[in-house]
């Protein structure tokens, strides 16, 4: 990982999000500092990371979700050219909170910062390969997401009207 890489990320993200980097240690803290309460989310899945000792609520149900104002979820990997992240949909809900709630938290290791969208697709390949041969499930889809959602289908461009009208990407240092 290269503070180029971070950098070129965080000029790409511009205005649409609110990059905040920390170190494992740091996490509880930093998404403590982010989220509005209340707050859902679902498993991180980095070593050291997780949304224990955080306002955080892990138990998703239909209501927590619809009360939350804070989303918090893994993002598989941002791209540095585009300031966007990629969302996995799986079983654990991890794309109705990241979709649902009027603030989106993505977390992820700053190993998980490619440089372009070939180099997404070379890794998104690979973890589509490695799925298939390991249990034979069809490959895990993914959400791009640049910021918050936004349309013009009417002319002037409005954000938030479908999907979170405020996101942060935390980007874990790895260690």
């Known amino acids: 990982m290269t503070t180029e890489r971070v950098d070129s990320f965080i000029s790409a993200v511009g205005a649409t999000a609110t990059v905040h980097t920390s170190t494992v240690e740091q996490f509880t803290e930093t998404v403590t500092d982010v989220v509005t309460e209340p707050a859902?989310?679902?498993a991180i899945g980095l070593e050291g990371v997780s949304l224990?000792?955080?306002?955080?609520?892990t138990d998703l149900t239909p209501v927590a979700l619809e009360q939350a104002q804070t989303g918090v979820t893994p993002?598989?990997?941002?791209i540095a050219d585009y300031g966007t992240i990629t969302v996995p949909t799986d079983d654990e809900g991890t794309e109705l909170v990241s979709l649902y709630t009027p603030q989106h938290v993505?977390?992820?290791a700053a190993s998980q910062l490619v440089p372009n969208m070939e180099?997404?697709?070379?890794?998104?390949g690979a973890g589509?390969?490695?799925n298939s041969e390991t249990d034979g499930a069809q490959p895990q889809t993914q959400v791009f997401a640049t910021g918050p959602s936004a349309t013009a289908d009417m002319g002037?461009?409005?954000q938030g009207v479908h999907g979170p009208h405020e996101v942060h990407i935390i980007l874990v240092e790895d260690r």
């Open 40 to 42: 859902i989310g679902t």
């Open 52 to 57: 224990d000792n955080t306002p955080v609520e």
């Open 75 to 78: 993002a598989t990997y941002a």
């Open 106 to 108: 993505a977390v992820l």
């Open 119 to 124: 180099a997404a697709y070379e890794r998104f």
């Open 128 to 130: 589509f390969a490695e």
């Open 156 to 158: 002037t461009l409005v």
